[in-house]
């Protein structure tokens, strides 16, 4: 190798070669000299310790004798690896010295030195001296003898100085001692006198006392981020000896001891705790103490603990087990200065304001170490919604068009077009103004408006700053790099608002970070935007009013040159644009520029001459859009206002004033395509393949033009002024926001869509407020001119309109119960309105009791949450007031002006805020930034924390454990009660002032509004849950306490006791009164004299206090965390595996708006257990299929469907009064299932629980309806019980055996069992006021019984306990003494379903045995005190009645009050209707269990047929949807099925036939009205894959899996033609269309297609009535290699379009994800429809040219080809991988493994 080869190897540009570790010496080849140098009495020699060849240095003077790596110092090595690793030895009695060259990412150059010649540590911003301590041989006379106060040697090596590896950790030094970045080794200088073996980076910490060789043979189990030492690396080891006694090892920084940090020297290996003394000598000690007090960060202990007062107590806290950190109010003002660039690699991303030691930890000897919250940290930014802020003019393409990246505010967010994932840049402070991309994506340039204005460089891919330029001017409006990514121009104002433009060298930003100013200019040219030339960095274009300028860098300098325009002087120019295309394919001299201006005028200018060569303007059309624009230099006429200009090789896009995108020739003859969007269009960006246009609106808007298709996509849509407040539905995951732009619109959460917007026209009457329903979909929004108006979403109607405030609405809430909505206004008007009534009457208004003003909205209101208190600041700005939310009756009147007697201002409140689990509090925030908590039952002052910072917003969790605050614009996770022992954290992001900020509702998230929307993930999941004690008997938890626990005597007005743990006080608490503590209600004791107290005035008293409810009760031990197993039993869900996963992105239409509408549902989920319900008195049916909850009419057979879920269900269950139905499924993206609960009268979703952590097995509801019941599976055993008033959580049970089944008992409410492993928990709900919690006896089965599964269970109406277990047997048990008194065999296999109703009893089994049974007789044995059997009582009766064998295992079943009728599930996926009084029957429903195959319509649409891998093939009648005859073949799987198509029209009676292809090769049709087999045919010898009869009939056409296509006689079955063309692929599709004559130059009456895996297609013509088939036409369609899994490439389909004659369609794996036509006559493509996934399914309309594409993820979408537009429904919960639609176009069939969906087709 060349030199020149190796210097281009020492600077290669990825790190991944360095990985582990580089072996410096080898990789330079130092031996040879060529890439280092040597300089002085440099030699090698074999040394006998090492054995091995090394290189010694000798000579008097170190800087005379050396080896530098790399040769030439304007050489580096660049290693990034952090860990330097020095194997050298120095020679004894001489000084050796070091010097390392290390490259910061700052910028800088940082030499590090390291000598035994030292005699103490020094340091400079450039350089860093440490003394090296020798270490003696131990038993050596200087070991003995020569102990100093550091325990080795300063001066000359001793003569028994050994072998040293001496690891350096660079990136520690740097940090440390410098507070630089690490960024790479450039250089290293070893002078003599020493003698080196080799030199290696790492980024692994290496062990050099552990080989490879040994590490492999016992076995170790190293750290993570350590390793053995490299065999190349490594120190001899004789047999018998330790590394250790034979060299020495040494670390900067030491490992684990504390020393000092001036030098380096050997530290104690494996140190031990016992404590010792060193003395130093008083030199060392002060060097030491000087340096500690330079490098060291400052102890946290001796600062002031930011945020809370002197005064305040130590309160007991268990620390957490996450690191803690040090930082003081400097440090965290530092953090908010620091740059915090941040990406979201699958699960969003997080914006900390971290500080500069927290990487490093703590390097303080003695100070105290403060816990932080459980996660750290604990919020991470995923999802904004916003665009622009500081200018809409700023969106670029990024990564060949697949990312879009654009400013919101602040932050410069990057999108993926196809999915909607977002990552973000975070480091600017003010809003940004301007952004540029090079062209290769890696180098992100952003600027920042206002005084501050500076320059961001970023690395795009990794989404770090690598650097931030001052530009020393007052703003920055226009940023463009050059064409190879080295120079970056801007343009902006300076402090004298004059032009300037500034030119930087960006060559080595990316490797060094370092930029550099090539030019600079000011001057008074007016300067809209400038570009770079295509051509040349130093060439630059600029446009302004009236001047178009060259600008050139020459000699450090800019010089320009304006362009000559004539006529064109007065005109105002607008945006530049180069005509360019690839860089390799661009004519050298094509040196057009076009520049845009506001009259319409384009220019096109040679920028190389200076010359204007064609000047066009575009004027309005006075005609359809589709006529041509004329050409015209000037006109007295308006022309189109063009505000931005792009250009590819093949066209131009304008956006312009007129609210269109339009698509241009380059000579601008006529518009080739134009998008209008809602405003004037502030920029247009074509992408770099020219497949896509980026349109920006002045409105907000962000999208783009699909070219190829011709669709419009909306990425982005926002408000354009700021957000004033909003409000979260958790139902429909929607929130809706009003801001100062007179708007409120209403958002996806999901896809961060607008789906609705309502607009204000006068501006005096913008909203300003706005509440969503807790429970409807309805939206209250209040405006600026006191009007209240209330909307029905969906209808987009308005139900109610009040004009009771005169001022701005300030204050707008719902009652969580939704009975009520209170408004306040800002002259101090409150009203209350009744939400039950459709037109909202107002039931009280009041005056002046709110405090007047604006700066307390939108949530001045706060709301507890069980709906009995509203708190209020007012009347005055000095007291709050708490009120009866029903009545408005005042309740309490908190004066806060007598809080602080010593101060000389009154303390005025600004917000209030309910506390959601602890009812009794409220808090509190106050302009001297304090926040205080009140018990709202007394008033009276619980606790009280200073210093925090003003909030805008307050927030609590609803476990309690957490209090957000926004202040400014930041955000602020603290510990609830703010303990001062654990730290809170502060994420930034927002460039305005927050305005309102809330939990989600499902706590999975915080949402912040202000600027923009912003959406946090709360990484905190984990729900500590206080343990309770379990014995065998019952487990009673402790009574309930009040929140009297808190005492009153508040230690100097500024603590409180630690809320989480009422039973422990603060010992040094001499005022607590035990007495106090634990009585119920308020106390009016007196206080004692050191207790603060805010003045209240109690006007009204409740009754009954209202205490906190406990969330969770722990009942036995804690769970393990290791996966549970399966228990033996089949009763739990277990979900069909799927590889397939719903798109996230994907967002289906609004109700009534799709051009789909699912009709009917063919099939029951048999996966599920016990999920089908029916009521025999109001006829209620529902059961599952899928992730669709189907409601069906029994006596129409007409369908209804719940759509919500996006798994499969597993579950359901029924109200008593059959008004509502739970619904249960996997969680999806979510770890957690989700349970929806259904209002059965409208089929709305009235509210949806995530809750279980695996799936939830069993779900049940109280006998009077006011409990609901949720278990959890074997996963995680837990039981919860809520409230269905508000579906709030009253308690929760966790056990540790796997549960099956609950039951509430029907003659008790309170009462109800669980089964689970050898078990029956026995429970009994105890209720306190608003609360409830479950007392739970553990009782063991019998142990005549043994090991077994109780796996369901049952009560009778006289509270016997029926309980099944999986061998069959039976128990009954008293349900009051918890006593099993009997036992009977009831099945032989496992019993999976028990329903009694009086004296009968259902039992339903593995065995597909449904049994009935009398058990009259089983009352009278209750009272026996012995347990029995049947075998053991003589006079005992246990009658089987009846017993049915049906066609699987058993999972659910319902039947009448006197079980004489019912409905059964089972496993095969059938309901069947049971009649024990007839012993009859009957298939209800009825669906494939296995995959279905295909589905085809027939012709006349009266009937249907799918065929499945069990073999059957299934016909159903139209429209009843009903199952007519199913053929069976056993032990084959049916893979394609077809229509006849008779010769002769259908004459009455004429048979109609069904055709399958099956596995073993055989062909067989059937009469659907005979029901039986006409013919069998076996045309292949491999499985039959597509099957088609011709379009006359005349033969049958099929497709076999080895490639060859048969032409067989559907008559006689002779096979009379082979057709081996596709032989070796899979035959995927068969069709047949109709010819006319002589069309295409071939003979025959029709077409045919078939289409192989290898995506080929051959097109034939056929006159089979003739015999004759000839080739038309052969399509191979390329594709790049097939991927490793070839299960996921996508199938070859292609199909005759219906409304293009002699137009095939086509899509398949190919290098793009598209849809072909292709034209049979021009032999060429049409177009092609682009797609975001592979289809695995196709079919075609002739209506409208629709077409319906199924995908892998679960997406099903409705597409018009023409013009791009299509519609997506995720309704299926696997792949769509059938679509079939009808002959007559109006209905469509799609299959997703065995759920049929049969849809009504309405267009589009």
Not at 1358 to 1368: C, F, K, M, P, R
Request: net charge neutral; charged share 20%.
């Amino acid at each position: 190798m060349s030199s020149r080869g190796r210097s281009r190897t020492l600077n290669r540009s990825t790190d991944a070669w360095q990985h582990p570790y580089v072996n410096v010496f080898k990789h330079l080849k130092v031996e040879e000299w060529r890439n280092a140098s040597k300089e002085g009495d440099v030699t090698t020699y074999m040394d006998k310790t090492l054995k091995c060849s090394v290189f010694r240095i000798r000579g008097s003077i170190p800087a005379s004798n050396y080896i530098l790596l790399p040769k030439t110092s304007s050489r580096s090595l660049g290693l990034t690896g952090p860990y330097l690793y020095l194997l050298f030895r120095p020679c004894p009695s001489k000084h050796f010295v070091v010097h390392l060259d290390i490259a910061a990412k700052e910028g800088q150059v940082i030499r590090v030195s390291f000598s035994n010649l030292f005699k103490e540590f020094m340091s400079t911003e450039t350089w860093l001296q440490f003394p090296f301590l020798c270490e003696t041989a131990p038993g050596s006379v200087c070991e003995c003898t020569g102990k100093t106060p550091k325990h080795g040697l300063v001066g000359p090596a001793p003569v028994s100085v050994r072998w040293t590896c001496l690891m350096m950790d660079l990136r520690y030094v740097l940090s440390v001692f410098l507070n630089k970045t690490h960024s790479h080794l450039k250089g290293i200088k070893l002078c003599a006198n020493m003698t080196v073996k080799n030199i290696m980076t790492s980024d692994l910490l290496l062990d050099p006392g552990l080989s490879f060789l040994e590490y492999r043979r016992a076995g170790m189990v190293l750290p993570e981020g350590t390793a053995p030492m490299p065999r190349d690396m490594c120190f001899p080891v004789p047999q018998g000896s330790s590394w250790h006694q034979l060299y020495d090892y040494i670390r900067l920084p030491t490992n684990g001891v504390k020393m000092p940090l001036d030098s380096i020297q050997k530290g104690l290996t494996n140190p031990t705790p016992k404590s010792c003394s060193v003395n130093f000598s008083k030199p060392v000690q002060d060097r030491f103490s000087l340096i500690r007090q330079i490098t060291t960060p400052r102890p946290h202990a001796k600062q002031r603990p930011l945020l809370l007062t002197s005064s305040r107590p130590v309160l007991t806290f268990a620390h957490s087990e996450h690191r803690s950190s040090l930082r003081s109010p400097s440090q965290r003002s530092q953090a908010l200065e620091d740059d915090r660039v941040v990406s979201n690699d699958g699960g969003g991303v997080h914006v900390h304001a971290r500080y500069e030691d927290d990487d490093v930890g703590t390097h303080s000897l003695d100070s105290d170490e403060v816990a932080t919250l459980q996660q750290d940290p604990i919020l991470k930014l995923s999802k904004v919604i916003g665009f622009g802020g500081g200018t809409m003019r700023c969106a670029v393409w990024a990564n060949d068009g697949e990312e879009v990246v654009y400013p919101c505010h602040a932050i410069i967010v990057s999108m993926k077009i196809s999915s909607g994932q977002q990552r973000f840049f975070i480091g600017h402070k003010d809003k940004v103004s301007a952004l540029a991309l090079n062209t290769v994506s890696s180098l992100l340039a952003s600027a920042q408006t206002g005084s501050h204005c500076l320059v961001r460089l970023w690395s795009y891919c990794k989404g770090q700053c690598l650097t931030v330029i001052e530009t020393h001017g007052h703003s920055l409006n226009t940023l463009s790099f050059s064409y190879s990514g080295n120079v970056l121009c801007g343009v902006g104002k300076d402090s004298n608002n004059k032009t300037m433009v500034v030119v930087w060298n960006t060559q080595y930003a990316t490797k060094w970070g370092v930029v550099t100013v090539m030019a600079k200019s000011h001057t008074n040219v007016d300067i809209q935007t400038m570009k770079m030339a295509f051509c040349d960095d130093t060439r630059m274009m600029s446009c302004g009013v009236g001047n178009v300028h060259l600008w050139l860098v020459r000699g450090g300098s800019l010089h320009s040159c304006p362009v000559n325009l004539g006529q064109c002087h007065s005109l105002e120019f607008t945006d530049l644009a180069f005509k360019q295309g690839d860089a390799p394919n661009r004519q050298v001299d094509d040196h057009t520029l076009f520049a845009s201006s506001r009259s319409g005028h384009i220019l096109d200018i040679d920028y190389i001459s200076m010359k204007i060569k064609n000047v066009r303007r575009l004027l309005p059309a006075q005609q359809s859009h589709s006529h041509c624009r004329e050409e015209q230099t000037f006109s007295t006429g308006p022309g189109i206002a063009v505000n931005s200009i792009s250009v590819c090789g093949a066209f131009c896009a304008t956006g312009s004033e007129d609210g269109f995108l339009r698509l241009w020739p380059l000579d601008f003859s006529s518009v080739l395509l134009e998008a209008e969007h809602e405003g004037p269009v502030s920029l247009v960006d074509v992408s770099s393949d020219g497949l896509s246009v980026l349109a920006a609106t002045s409105t907000g808007n962000l999208g783009y033009l699909d070219v190829s298709s011709r669709g419009y996509c909306t990425l982005m849509r926002s408000h354009t002024a700021t957000v004033l407040g909003f409000s979260v539905d958790g139902i429909r995951r929607q929130i809706t926001t009003a801001s100062k732009d007179c708007t409120v619109r209403v958002w996806s959460m999901d896809s961060m869509q607008q789906l609705y917007d309502f607009v204000s026209a006068k501006e005096e009457d913008a909203p300003c407020s706005v509440a969503f329903h807790p429970s409807l979909p309805v939206l209250a929004c209040g405006s600026s001119s006191g009007t209240v108006r209330v909307f029905n979403i969906p209808e987009s109607s308005l139900l109610a309109k009040h004009r009771w405030h005169r001022g701005a609405i300030v204050g707008l809430v719902f009652s969580p119960d939704g009975k009520h909505l209170y408004s306040a206004g800002s002259l101090g008007y409150l009203a209350l309105y009744n939400a039950s009534q459709p037109e909202y009457r107002t039931i009280r208004v009041l005056g002046d009791v709110v405090v007047q003003g604006t700066d307390r909205g939108p949530d001045a209101l706060a709301i507890s949450s069980d709906s009995c208190c509203l708190a209020f600041v007012g009347p005055t700005e000095y007291t709050v007031t708490i009120r009866d939310a029903s009545s408005l009756d005042e309740l309490r009147h908190v004066d806060l002006s007598i809080l602080d007697l010593e101060s000389t201002t009154l303390d005025s409140a600004l917000k209030v805020y309910f506390s959601l689990s602890n009812l009794s509090h409220l808090l509190i925030t106050t302009s001297s930034n304090k926040v205080l908590w009140i018990d709202r039952n007394t008033g009276r002052l619980l606790g009280e924390v200073s210093e925090v910072h003003q909030c805008a917003s307050l927030a609590v969790s609803k476990d309690g454990r957490y209090l957000l605050t926004a202040g400014r614009n930041t955000v602020t996770v603290w510990n609830y009660y703010m303990k001062p022992d654990v730290e809170s954290q502060m994420f930034i992001g927002h460039s305005q002032p927050i305005t309102q900020m809330c939990f989600m509702p499902d706590q999975m998230g915080v949402l912040s509004v202000g600027d923009a929307i912003f959406f946090w993930d709360f990484l905190d999941y984990a729900h500590e849950e206080p343990a309770c004690s379990f014995s065998s008997v019952a487990a009673v938890p402790s009574p309930p306490r009040t929140n009297k626990g808190l005492n009153g005597s508040l230690l100097n007005a500024a603590s409180f006791l630690s809320l989480g743990d009422d039973d422990k006080a603060d010992e040094h608490d001499d005022n607590y009164d035990e007495e106090e503590k634990m009585q119920p209600g308020p106390t009016h004791s007196p206080a004692p004299s050191d207790t603060s107290f805010l003045l209240v005035t109690e006007r009204a008293r409740t009754e009954n206090s209202v205490t906190a409810l406990p969330n969770h009760i722990r009942a036995e031990e804690d769970r393990e965390d290791s996966k549970s197993l399966h228990p033996n039993c089949y009763k739990h869900f277990t979900p069909r595996y799927r590889t397939s996963v719903l798109d996230p992105s994907a967002v289906t239409p609004p109700p009534g708006q799709g051009g789909l509408s699912l009709k009917a549902v063919f099939g029951y989920n048999g996966n599920g257990r016990s999920n089908m319900v029916w009521n025999p008195d109001t006829g209620l049916f529902v059961y599952s299929c899928g992730c669709v909850v189907v409601v069906k009419n029994l006596h129409t057979g007409s369908q209804k469907h719940w759509l919500g879920h996006s798994e499969e269900i597993s579950t359901l269950a029924v109200t008593h009064s059959a008004q509502m139905v739970a619904s249960a499924s996997g969680g999806g993206a979510s770890p957690k299932s989700l349970i929806c609960i259904w209002n059965v009268q409208d089929g709305s979703r009235r509210n949806s629980i995530s809750y279980h952590k695996g799936s939830v097995q069993s779900l049940a509801f109280s006998r009077d309806d006011l409990y609901f019941l949720s278990m959890g599976d074997f996963e995680e055993s837990v039981v919860a019980l809520w409230s269905t008033g508000s579906f709030e959580l009253l308690c929760a049970v966790s056990v540790s055996v796997p549960l099956h089944e609950a039951a509430f008992c029907p003659s008790s409410a309170s009462q109800l069992a669980f089964t689970g492993s050898n078990t029956v928990f026995f429970c009994t709900i105890n209720t306190h006021d608003r609360g409830a919690e479950l007392q739970v006896e553990k009782v063991a089965v019998p142990e005549k019984i043994g090991e077994a599964e109780v796996t369901s269970l049952c009560y009778n109406p006289n509270s016997i306990l029926y309980a099944g277990t999986n061998s069959g047997l039976v128990c009954a048990w008293v349900g009051n003494t918890h006593r099993c008194f009997m036992t009977w065999e009831a099945d032989e296999g496992e019993i999976g379903v028990l329903l009694c109703r009086g004296n009968s009893l259902v039992t339903g089994s593995n065995s597909k045995k449904l049994r009935l049974w009398s058990v009259a007789a089983v009352q009278n044995s209750r009272s026996s005190n012995s347990d029995m059997t049947v075998q053991q009582g003589l006079d005992f009766q246990l009658l089987l009645e009846q017993e049915m064998l049906l066609d699987g295992t058993v999972v659910s079943a319902a039947f009448d009050k006197v079980m004489g009728m019912g409905i059964v599930g089972t496993t095969a996926g059938t309901l069947w209707y049971i009649n024990w009084v007839d012993s009859t029957s009957k298939r209800l429903i009825s669906g494939h269990k296995s995959k279905v195959n295909s589905v085809v319509c027939s012709s006349d649409e009266r009937h249907f047929v799918t065929c499945g891998q069990d073999g059957s093939v299934r016909v159903w009648a139209l429209p009843s949807n009903e199952l007519q005859v199913q053929f069976q073949v056993p032990n084959q799987s049916c893979e394609c099925v077809c229509w006849s198509q008779p010769v002769k029209p259908c004459k009455s009676g004429a048979s109609v036939c069904v055709a399958g292809g099956y596995s073993d090769g055989s062909v067989r049709i059937f009469s659907v009205e005979s029901a039986e087999l006409e013919l069998k045919l076996l045309p292949h010898h491999s499985s039959v894959c597509a099957l088609q009869y011709s379009h006359h009939g005349q033969v049958l056409l099929s497709g076999g899996r080895d490639g060859v296509v048969t032409v067989s006689s559907p008559f006689t079955g002779v096979t009379s033609r082979i057709i081996n063309d596709h032989k070796g692929a899979r035959i995927t599709t068969i069709q047949c269309t109709a010819k006319q004559y002589k069309e295409f130059g071939l003979e025959g009456n029709e077409l045919w297609l078939a289409v192989s895996a290898d995506r080929r297609v051959s097109i034939w013509a056929a006159d089979w009535a003739k015999d004759k088939c000839k080739l038309l036409d052969w399509l191979t369609f390329p594709a790049p290699s097939s991927p490793e899994d070839a299960a996921n490439v996508p199938p070859c389909m292609a199909a005759f379009s219906p409304t293009e004659r002699g137009v095939v369609v086509y899509t398949g794996y190919s290098t793009e994800t598209e849809i072909t036509f292709y034209c049979l006559k021009q032999k060429q493509e049409l177009r092609t429809v682009s797609l975001p996934d592979w289809a695995v399914s196709l079919s075609l309309c002739f209506k409208d040219s629709l077409l319906a594409v199924g995908s892998n993820k679960r997406v099903l979408k409705l597409i018009n080809s023409s013009s791009g537009r299509f519609q997506v429904f995720t309704w299926h919960s696997d792949s769509v991988h059938l679509c079939s639609i009808s002959p007559s176009g109006t209905q469509l069939f799609t299959t997703a493994h065995g759920e049929v969906f049969l849809w009504t087709l309405g267009g589009l």
